[in-house]
């Protein structure tokens, strides 16, 4: 499985981004997707997933009510819709992807993914 992550940037607090990633090589909606951030010298952490049909999605509680995980089977890309950015929220942030066989399984876990994407800088800052 291939990701291919993009939308990141510079955006002022209180801003809005969507994030995409883009998969190929694997039937998409065979596929638990999710986005993971890291900051600079902080650990990779968990923000959001959702499964493989969309059923169901979760979402850190430093993000919940702010950020929107969803995903589109036909495009085979899962978006990440960011509001009200915090300075905070400045990370690299990966998408991640591992296959599953039951339709509401999600991970939390970064250590469960196989497949990861390479990644897209967002900074908040005025």
């Known amino acids: 499985v291939q990701l291919q992550a993009s939308g990141g940037g510079l955006v002022q607090p209180g801003g809005s981004l969507r994030l995409s990633c883009a998969a190929s090589?694997?039937?998409?909606?065979?596929?638990?997707m999710a986005w993971f951030r890291q900051a600079p010298g902080q650990e990779r952490e968990f923000v959001a997933t959702?499964?493989?049909?969309?059923?169901?999605?979760y979402s850190a509680d430093s993000v919940k009510d702010r950020f929107t995980i969803s995903r589109d089977n036909a495009k085979s890309t899962v978006y990440l819709e960011m509001n009200s950015l915090k300075p905070e929220d400045t990370a690299v942030y990966y998408c991640a992807a591992k296959s599953a066989f039951n339709s509401g399984t999600v991970y939390f876990k970064r250590e469960y993914y196989d497949y990861w994407g390479q990644g897209t800088q967002v900074t908040v800052s005025s």
């Open positions: 959702i499964s493989r049909i969309g059923s169901s999605s």
């Open positions: 090589g694997r039937t998409f909606n065979m596929l638990v």
